[in-house]
């Protein structure tokens, strides 16, 4: 075929996915990254952390970006980390790494990513549920469950609420028990920190937590990056615990779970942390959280109720018949998510939901209601 024809054949496909700039995907925790970021992605296409010897520039951004990262989690310059695929596999290492360590069972809640399972299942780590009060850990659920040697997960902006499991008091708990305390922040790891300059909350969640061994942040998520490009960072060298000899790579040993790595991604995130920086990313949570504040004033108007006050970006709204509901609005162009236990449905106001997206939803789900009585 020649190029033009495959153009053809591409843009016939194009236009039956859905895109972030049309407004109306509500349920994701990503967004469309600022364009010097694909320009980055495009020109590094090539690199391959995976045999990160033949990719030194890469390596050094990778070096930045983790650096970044450990601003966001107030932890040290000198601590460990890397940029992964995705808070998937970013979780998979941390506890990799701890059972390494000797650490035997995983303690987490129903609402901790599902990534969560999928690693404890991969590890053979039995995973024992710590109940929630609120969707968030609850304490003495966990005091009377903790034992020596445990792994706890804890996370910082929970998938369907978005809410921070109390990280300080679960901490101290790890302490007295010897445990390893794994922090989800996948989500909330660009969030967080400029919640407490904006005053909306005083909560930690990072290193400066005595306990906390490792963190999640995704810069594919908050971070404003293309995917894939997710975080890893740890106090101690978790690497070295899974690092394999590979004699035959220019370095001679591979301390990650992918082999190649597509690092194009490495490139984008450098280049969207530069061109937002920290103001920028401020601004981009305080516009967040305008407008989170503006879906739940409307929707209050609109009678709907709001099934938890949102700690971040993430709002639930109450309706009767979920299923319904999200099918509903499927049909009509919209993507939202639901969370069945909480009958809600879940939006997610990323910088794409803006407060014209908002007013048009929420018309749609007016008609819905009008039309079907739900
Ligand atoms: N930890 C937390 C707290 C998460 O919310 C997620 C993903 C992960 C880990 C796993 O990250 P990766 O997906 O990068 O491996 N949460 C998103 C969610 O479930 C994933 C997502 C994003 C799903 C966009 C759908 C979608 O359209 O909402």
Same mark, same amino acid.
């Given at each position: ?48 952390l995976?045999n990160?010897?033949l990719?030194?520039?890469t ?9 970044f ?25 941390a ?9 035997k ?10 990534s969560?399972r ?6 053979? %780590?039995?995973? @024992? /549920? &710590?109940?929630? !009060?609120?969707g ?6 966990l #005091?009377? *469950?903790?034992?020596?040697?445990d ?30 305390l ?50 890893? %960072?740890?106090? @101690? /060298? &978790?690497?070295? !615990?899974?690092v ?6 220019? #370095?001679? *040993? ?20 530069l ?44 309706v ?55």
């Open positions: 075929m020649d190029e033009k024809e495959i153009e053809e054949l591409l843009q016939k496909y194009y236009c039956k996915d859905m895109h972030y700039e049309d407004g109306r995907i509500l349920g994701s925790m990503y967004t469309e990254p600022p364009k010097i970021a694909l320009k980055a992605f495009f020109k590094f296409y090539q690199a391959n995976g990160s010897g990719y030194k520039g390596a050094e951004m990778e070096r930045e970006v983790v650096k990262l450990l601003r966001l989690a107030s932890g040290k310059e000198n601590f460990f980390g890397h940029v992964v695929s995705g808070g998937t596999e970013a979780n998979i290492i506890l990799w790494a701890a059972r390494e360590m000797g650490y069972r995983v303690l987490a809640t129903k609402d901790a990513h599902f969560i999928k690693a404890a299942n991969l590890l053979k %780590l039995p995973l @024992e /549920n &710590i109940e929630m !009060k609120r968030k850990m609850n304490i003495e659920d #005091e009377s *469950k903790i034992k020596e040697n792994i706890i997960v804890a996370t910082a902006g929970t998938t369907p609420l978005g809410f921070i499991d109390p990280i300080e008091e679960i901490g101290k708990i790890c302490q007295m028990h010897n445990c390893f794994h922090v989800d922040a996948a989500f909330g790891g660009y969030i967080i920190p400029f919640l407490r300059e904006l005053k909306y909350t005083n909560k930690k969640f990072g290193f400066d937590i005595p306990a906390v061994s490792t963190i999640t942040i995704d810069p594919h998520k908050m971070g404003m990056a293309p995917y894939p490009a997710g975080g890893i %960072l740890s106090r @101690e /060298n &978790i690497f070295e !615990k899974i394999i000899e590979a004699p035959y790579l220019i #370095e001679e *040993k591979n301390d990650s779970l992918l082999g190649t790595r597509q690092s194009g991604s490495v490139a984008a995130a450098y280049a969207a942390q061109y937002f920086g920290w103001r920028g990313y401020k601004e981009i949570v305080r516009r967040c959280m305008e407008n989170t504040n503006y879906l739940v004033k409307r929707a209050k108007e609109e009678k709907l109720e709001i099934l938890e006050m949102p700690e971040m970006n993430i709002v639930n709204l109450k009767e018949n979920v299923k319904k509901v999200k099918r509903e609005l499927y049909a009509r162009g919209w993507a939202v998510s639901t969370n069945p236990k909480y009958s809600s449905i879940r939006i997610v106001v990323m910088p794409h939901v803006t407060k014209e997206v908002i007013d048009k939803f929420l018309d749609e789900i007016k008609n819905i209601k009008k039309n079907y009585g739900l």
